[in-house]
């Protein structure tokens, strides 16, 4: 029925003899590359360095919280971890982790492009991410962070003792590398579809991406106009912020939040696009709903940058300004509830197995629903007045960022790693691992709601002891989490180089990465494809090789009920 | 104390109930959601595994009535969670008229509180049952936030301008406060106790060991020391406005707009006199920015607060004449 089998269970199933990773040699031709695919994987080693250092910060905090009186750091270290912690993850990891890794990867493949746009920029935002991390790093190393992630105005830019200045400097830096990959995957998605690719064919991790470069390409200019002011206060003592030289410290807030709450959808839309991959293709089934998925990405970017003082409701803002952004709150919730029954009902009448990227798929659909739900107690006015500053939205935010974003970007890593790499990584292994996770991600994190609403406020290095029982599940839960994230690293290190030979398209999936070899030729295809199918369409797809009942020749669209 | 594994704080004040029952209404609303997409995955799950290797779904297409459905439906939901949390928030945000005022200034890393009677306290507070309680904050460096959870109310204590926070305490006991906003090194030890008191002991309590003098006195003291009397003049022949009766009144200004002389607004006059300059008056006013400390302006804003009995002089004064400033 089908010339080709591409399933990985032939025996015979060899890597292309020419493929990206070993078209040239030596450690030029990896620093100077122009290959998106080289450039994603140079942006996976460092986002991946960077997410073990905030790793560390991470088990560091939750040790110290083991007992009420915090036995292992001093304030002032107790501080800086909390602080570096944020730092490093957000900026360094969870905003580029899933569009500089997988987004720069995958993107030409998916729309049939040889590369990206502007080449050369691409390596350019991979420099300067790395110029903005060693800034960053240097900071922490001479004296490290304190102020918070948020770096809150006067404290950040009057009080603190710690070596802000180079922290500002790098993450302002970082910033014009999210800009420049945002510019490039727009003007990318725009010019460079393949013949028949069309905006509703393409695949909804493009539709994710296209929707976060816009959030990157429209806020990022704001944090660094704030950071660039932040630093100007701290360093020439000019008065933006500082209320004793005519500033205003909630000027800073705005200024901070209209870029860093839609970051939060920066790092969570992409995880969303992988979602919309994985489900489809481990159902075997079309997406339900895809122009209202592709919708959702963008109304989520839109609204988006108009819910931002909702950090700012206990601030002493205007009544009347608080209403506006709680409402605007519970509408962005909208179009995230909408993906989400969009993804279950995909499952309805699906083909479903159980393959580690779907268990991550299954894993984030339950922690992004809890994420996302707590965020309507945090939207809540009523509610927000008890919570707003307590474990509560700490809690929050790493179920949508670490349940939900690291989650997606994990279950992405392990579905394109054959396409990666050309190898498997070990299946049960990697099942084990994904379970791991999502056992110590609730164990750590799940009982922080509860202490949340007890009232136990964030970034305290000591805490009365009724909150100590829930502070020791938090702690076991990070060791298992530890665990479960130090598994995937060395077994796809390690399937990198011997794991089992993967083939083209091992799953099978429908998307156009998948019909060039693995890993792919440094032009991606060897002549430029012509797409004749809708997104996830597997029963029009015959060289795919699976057993469409009934219909072993092509079908029309519309030809099969 | 309580159960080993406690879900709720106490419920020591007006909003407490308020904000759980709220707390539980969303609670239930998105465990009915949370249960309904587990279930339907999970049965999805199993009904549909893939029996053989080569298997493919269905030709599922979608359902605009369907997405329609659980666009508008969830919407309607959180419209009602919305205007909830607007009321209880608005309640919480307008204090009522007749409340106990008590000036509370945060500093790394303590808390100093002021009865209006004067007297001091660090990191505790005392207020007698059932009284609406106001407290009018500053800060004398960073942001700091007042948090009491069995009150389920918080407010941020801002430098450079004042934040109220309004609650009645419904509860006799001792209940923790914190800072919720990060503020530096010792932000996790910036808190202590409210003390909810009977009243009849309360006003006892404030009686004992008095011998701080009360606000306004100490604002009037510092009245003259800083000179301020000098252009002040009650009678209105001063270089600068009268101040009698000024407070909580309409001020008209050089520009021609009025405002309202609250604390914030006395305070700005203090440190930046130039900001609003008072219709028929040259900017004269030297700043006291630096020469006066948190808690001296609100000792000078207790004695201008004072001065509201005073009778107001006909030519000279601060205060707007009535024509203006209405409608």
């Given at each position: 029925?089908?010339?080709?089998?591409?399933?990985?269970?032939g025996?015979?199933?060899?890597?292309?003899?020419?493929?990206?990773?070993?078209?040239?040699?030596?450690?030029?031709?990896?620093?100077?590359?122009?290959?998106?695919?080289?450039?994603?994987?140079?942006?996976?080693?460092?986002?991946?360095?960077?997410?073990?250092?905030?790793?560390?910060?991470?088990?560091?905090?939750?040790?110290?919280?083991?007992?009420p009186?915090?036995?292992?750091?001093?304030?002032?270290?107790?501080?800086?971890?909390?602080?570096?912690?944020?730092?490093?993850?957000?900026?360094?990891?969870?905003?580029?982790?899933?569009?500089?890794?997988?987004?720069?990867?995958?993107?030409?493949?998916?729309?049939g492009?040889?590369?990206l746009?502007?080449?050369?920029?691409?390596?350019?935002?991979?420099?300067?991410?790395?110029?903005?991390?060693?800034?960053?790093?240097?900071?922490?190393?001479?004296?490290?962070l304190?102020?918070?992630?948020?770096?809150?105005?006067?404290?950040?830019?009057?009080?603190?003792?710690?070596?802000?200045?180079?922290?500002?400097?790098?993450?302002?830096?970082?910033?014009?590398?999210?800009?420049?990959?945002?510019?490039?995957?727009?003007?990318?998605?725009?010019?460079?579809?393949?013949?028949?690719?069309?905006?509703?064919r393409?695949?909804?991790?493009?539709?994710?991406?296209?929707?976060?470069?816009?959030?990157?390409?429209?806020?990022?200019?704001?944090?660094?106009?704030?950071?660039?002011?932040?630093?100007?206060?701290?360093?020439?003592?000019?008065?933006?912020?500082?209320?004793?030289?005519?500033?205003?410290?909630?000027?800073?807030?705005?200024?901070?939040?209209?870029?860093?709450?839609?970051?939060?959808?920066?790092?969570?839309?992409?995880?969303?696009?992988?979602?919309?991959?994985?489900?489809?293709?481990?159902?075997?089934?079309?997406?339900?709903?895809?122009?209202?998925?592709?919708?959702?990405?963008?109304?989520?970017?839109?609204?988006?940058?108009?819910?931002?003082?909702?950090?700012?409701?206990?601030?002493?803002?205007s009544?009347?300004?608080?209403l506006?952004?709680?409402?605007?709150?519970?509408?962005?919730?909208?179009?995230s509830?909408?993906?989400?029954?969009?993804?279950?009902?995909?499952?309805?009448?699906?083909?479903?197995?159980?393959?580690?990227?779907?268990?991550?798929?299954?894993?984030?659909l339950?922690?992004?629903?809890?994420?996302?739900?707590?965020?309507?107690?945090?939207?809540?006015?009523?509610?927000?007045?008890?919570?707003?500053?307590?474990?509560?939205?700490?809690?929050?935010?790493?179920?949508?960022?670490?349940?939900?974003?690291?989650?997606?970007?994990?279950?992405?890593?392990?579905?394109?790693?054959?396409?990666?790499?050309?190898?498997?990584?070990?299946?049960?292994?990697?099942?084990?691992?994904?379970?791991?996770?999502?056992?110590?991600?609730?164990?750590?994190?799940?009982p922080?709601?509860?202490?949340?609403?007890?009232?136990?406020?964030?970034?305290?290095?000591?805490?009365?002891?009724?909150f100590?029982?829930?502070?020791?599940?938090?702690?076991?839960?990070?060791?298992?989490?530890?665990?479960?994230?130090?598994?995937?690293?060395?077994?796809?290190?390690?399937?990198?180089?011997?794991g089992?030979?993967?083939?083209?398209?091992?799953?099978?999936?429908?998307?156009?990465?998948?019909?060039?070899?693995?890993?792919?030729?440094?032009?991606?295809?060897?002549?430029?494809?012509?797409?004749?199918?809708?997104?996830?369409?597997?029963?029009?797809?015959?060289?795919?090789?699976?057993?469409?009942?009934?219909?072993?020749?092509?079908?029309?669209?519309?030809?099969?009920? | 104390?309580?159960?080993?594994?406690?879900?709720?704080?106490?419920?020591?004040?007006?909003f407490?109930?308020?904000?759980?029952?709220?707390?539980?209404?969303?609670?239930?609303?998105?465990?009915?959601?949370?249960?309904?997409?587990?279930?339907?995955?999970?049965?999805?799950?199993?009904?549909?595994?893939?029996?053989?290797?080569?298997?493919?779904?269905?030709?599922?297409?979608?359902?605009?009535?369907?997405?329609?459905?659980?666009?508008?439906?969830?919407?309607?939901?959180?419209?009602?969670?919305?205007?909830?949390?607007?009321?209880?928030?608005?309640?919480?945000?307008?204090?009522?008229?007749?409340?106990?005022?008590?000036?509370?200034?945060?500093?790394?890393?303590?808390?100093?509180?002021?009865?209006?009677?004067?007297?001091?306290?660090?990191?505790?507070?005392?207020?007698?049952?059932?009284?609406?309680?106001?407290?009018?904050?500053?800060?004398?460096?960073?942001?700091?936030?007042?948090?009491?959870?069995?009150?389920?109310?918080?407010?941020?204590?801002?430098?450079?301008?004042?934040?109220?926070?309004?609650?009645?305490?419904?509860?006799?006991?001792?209940?923790?406060?914190?800072?919720?906003?990060?503020?530096?090194?010792?932000?996790?030890?910036?808190?202590?106790?409210?003390?909810?008191?009977?009243?009849?002991?309360?006003?006892?309590?404030?009686?004992?060991?008095?011998?701080?003098?009360?606000?306004?006195?100490?604002?009037e003291?510092?009245?003259?020391?800083?000179?301020?009397?000098?252009?002040?003049?009650?009678?209105?022949?001063?270089?600068?406005?009268?101040?009698?009766?000024?407070y909580?009144?309409?001020?008209?200004?050089a520009?021609?707009?009025?405002?309202?002389?609250?604390?914030?607004?006395?305070?700005?006059?203090?440190?930046?006199?130039?900001?609003?300059?008072?219709?028929?008056?040259?900017?004269?006013m030297?700043?006291?920015?630096?020469?006066?400390?948190?808690?001296?302006?609100?000792?000078?804003?207790?004695?201008?607060?004072?001065?509201?009995?005073?009778?107001?002089?006909?030519?000279?004064?601060?205060?707007?004449?009535?024509?203006?400033?209405?409608?």
């Amino acid at each position: 029925m089908s010339t080709v089998s591409t399933t990985n269970t032939g025996p015979a199933l060899k890597l292309p003899e020419k493929h990206y990773l070993n078209a040239t040699y030596g450690i030029r031709s990896w620093l100077l590359t122009t290959d998106h695919k080289r450039i994603a994987l140079l942006y996976l080693a460092s986002v991946t360095f960077f997410f073990f250092i905030g790793g560390f910060f991470a088990m560091m905090i939750r040790l110290h919280l083991l007992t009420p009186s915090g036995y292992l750091l001093s304030a002032d270290t107790y501080n800086r971890m909390f602080t570096m912690h944020g730092v490093a993850m957000i900026f360094f990891f969870l905003i580029p982790s899933i569009p500089a890794v997988l987004g720069n990867f995958l993107i030409p493949l998916m729309i049939g492009a040889k590369d990206l746009a502007f080449p050369k920029i691409n390596l350019l935002s991979w420099y300067i991410y790395v110029v903005g991390g060693a800034f960053t790093l240097y900071s922490m190393v001479t004296g490290g962070l304190d102020t918070g992630w948020t770096f809150y105005t006067p404290l950040s830019t009057v009080y603190s003792n710690s070596a802000v200045a180079p922290a500002v400097v790098g993450v302002f830096i970082t910033g014009f590398s999210s800009i420049l990959t945002g510019l490039n995957f727009l003007v990318t998605v725009h010019t460079m579809r393949a013949p028949g690719m069309t905006w509703f064919r393409l695949p909804l991790f493009v539709w994710a991406h296209y929707a976060t470069s816009v959030v990157m390409i429209l806020g990022t200019p704001v944090i660094a106009i704030t950071l660039g002011l932040a630093a100007m206060e701290r360093l020439f003592g000019l008065g933006f912020f500082n209320p004793a030289m005519g500033g205003d410290p909630i000027l800073f807030q705005h200024l901070f939040w209209f870029y860093s709450h839609p970051a939060v959808y920066i790092m969570i839309l992409p995880s969303m696009g992988v979602i919309s991959e994985l489900i489809p293709t481990f159902a075997r089934k079309k997406l339900f709903g895809y122009h209202f998925v592709a919708a959702a990405s963008l109304a989520i970017a839109v609204i988006g940058f108009l819910v931002w003082t909702h950090h700012m409701f206990l601030t002493g803002q205007s009544t009347y300004a608080a209403l506006a952004f709680s409402f605007l709150t519970f509408l962005v919730a909208i179009p995230s509830a909408v993906k989400v029954f969009n993804w279950t009902a995909t499952l309805f009448g699906g083909s479903i197995s159980f393959d580690t990227p779907m268990l991550y798929a299954f894993g984030f659909l339950g922690l992004f629903l809890i994420g996302g739900l707590t965020g309507l107690f945090l939207g809540c006015l009523g509610v927000d007045m008890h919570v707003h500053d307590t474990y509560f939205v700490v809690a929050h935010f790493h179920y949508i960022m670490v349940g939900g974003a690291v989650m997606g970007y994990l279950g992405g890593l392990h579905f394109w790693w054959p396409k990666i790499t050309g190898r498997m990584y070990p299946e049960w292994l990697a099942r084990i691992a994904a379970l791991v996770l999502f056992v110590g991600f609730n164990l750590t994190f799940f009982p922080q709601f509860v202490i949340g609403y007890l009232g136990m406020p964030r970034r305290y290095h000591v805490y009365p002891p009724e909150f100590q029982v829930y502070n020791v599940m938090s702690t076991a839960g990070a060791s298992i989490l530890a665990i479960g994230y130090l598994l995937p690293m060395v077994y796809l290190t390690w399937a990198a180089f011997y794991g089992k030979v993967a083939g083209n398209n091992p799953w099978p999936a429908t998307g156009l990465e998948w019909t060039t070899p693995s890993p792919p030729p440094t032009e991606n295809f060897e002549v430029t494809p012509v797409v004749t199918w809708e997104a996830y369409d597997f029963h029009n797809r015959p060289d795919l090789g699976l057993d469409v009942p009934g219909h072993p020749e092509i079908t029309p669209a519309h030809g099969h009920d | 104390m309580q159960s080993p594994l406690p879900f709720f704080p106490e419920q020591a004040s007006n909003f407490a109930g308020h904000v759980d029952a709220l707390f539980l209404f969303i609670l239930l609303t998105c465990l009915f959601f949370a249960v309904l997409v587990t279930v339907l995955a999970t049965y999805a799950a199993f009904k549909y595994r893939r029996t053989s290797p080569g298997e493919v779904g269905s030709l599922g297409e979608g359902n605009t009535l369907l997405e329609i459905g659980w666009t508008v439906i969830p919407l309607g939901i959180a419209l009602v969670m919305f205007a909830w949390g607007a009321v209880v928030y608005v309640n919480f945000r307008t204090p009522p008229k007749d409340t106990l005022d008590i000036y509370v200034v945060g500093k790394q890393w303590m808390w100093k509180l002021q009865q209006p009677n004067g007297k001091r306290e660090i990191n505790e507070l005392h207020i007698p049952l059932n009284r609406d309680i106001k407290l009018i904050m500053g800060s004398e460096d960073v942001i700091h936030n007042f948090y009491v959870p069995a009150f389920r109310a918080k407010m941020d204590v801002v430098p450079g301008r004042y934040n109220t926070l309004w609650f009645r305490p419904t509860k006799i006991g001792k209940y923790h406060f914190f800072c919720s906003q990060y503020c530096g090194t010792n932000h996790a030890v910036m808190g202590g106790w409210v003390t909810v008191m009977d009243p009849a002991e309360y006003a006892a309590w404030l009686s004992d060991e008095a011998g701080d003098v009360n606000p306004a006195s100490a604002g009037e003291k510092l009245f003259t020391q800083l000179a301020c009397n000098t252009c002040h003049l009650g009678n209105g022949t001063g270089r600068a406005p009268s101040l009698n009766g000024v407070y909580g009144g309409k001020v008209l200004l050089a520009d021609g707009t009025t405002v309202t002389a609250d604390d914030a607004y006395i305070r700005e006059s203090i440190l930046q006199p130039k900001a609003k300059i008072v219709a028929g008056y040259q900017p004269v006013m030297p700043t006291f920015q630096g020469l006066v400390t948190e808690e001296q302006i609100l000792n000078l804003t207790a004695y201008i607060k004072s001065l509201q009995s005073q009778p107001v002089p006909a030519k000279g004064a601060g205060v707007a004449p009535a024509t203006t400033g209405k409608k």
